[in-house]
């Protein structure tokens, strides 16, 4: 009872924010954001803050899963490659959107966690640990492709992997800020939309720093 309160001031609080997805609060408001933080941090995990995780990563700000959330316009049955594991949080938060989620984490015992954590609540994700930066050309192409740590550049390798029409959200700057910037594949061009600013963990791999 304590949580689904919490949950229910968080919503609250996205809204006045402008999260305006009904589908996005919706899902925000069931899933037990609790159940994805480091043992200890249950009751800060509806605050609007990033918590660490273990290995210098954290788990994002609500309000952040919901801006990039949005930002996807994510429909049922889409193919969505995340970058950035994690605890798995967004990852359930695409989930209970209807898509179909395949996941990268560079951290073997992220992707230890966040695995066993899916795996509690029945969210099926194709997951493995790698670099994320090259992206999952054996799956590959996908309708989104979202990045959950801050880019030096956009890798271009993420960019040949989407379908026409696909979407990356990614955030691109220096190591302590970041614009989180979308991008919409139209033939051979993308069309760049720049969102906001933001501070995300460093995107470490190959195309990364």
């Known amino acids: ?32 954001r609790h159940e994805f933080v480091a043992a200890g941090m249950e009751f800060q995990a509806y605050d609007e803050k990033a918590l660490p995780i273990g290995f210098e990563q954290t ?42 989620v395949f996941t990268i984490e560079k951290v073997p015992a992220l992707g230890k ?30 309708d989104s492709i979202i990045v959950t740590a801050g880019a030096p550049v956009v890798p271009e390798t993420l960019m040949s992997q989407l379908k026409e029409n696909g979407r990356l959200l990614i955030p691109v700057g220096h190591k302590d800020e970041q614009i989180l910037t979308l991008f919409m594949k139209q033939e051979t061009t993308f069309k760049k939309f720049e969102l906001e600013t933001l501070r995300f963990v460093p995107l470490k791999g190959k195309e990364g720093w």
């Open 1 to 32: 009872m304590i949580y689904t309160a919490q949950r229910k001031k968080m919503v609250e609080r996205l809204r006045s924010a402008g999260i305006s997805d009904a589908r996005v609060l919706d899902v925000m408001e069931h899933i037990p």
């Open 59 to 100: 788990i994002s700000h609500p309000y952040t899963v919901a801006v990039m959330t949005q930002a996807l316009e994510v429909k049922k049955g889409q193919r969505i490659l995340e970058i950035g594991t994690g605890s798995g949080y967004q990852t359930a938060v695409l989930c209970e959107l209807g898509a179909q």
């Open 113 to 142: 966690f966040s695995a066993e954590r899916l795996k509690r609540f029945r969210y099926h994700v194709v997951q493995r640990v790698g670099d994320g930066t090259l992206g999952w050309q054996s799956y590959a192409p996908f």
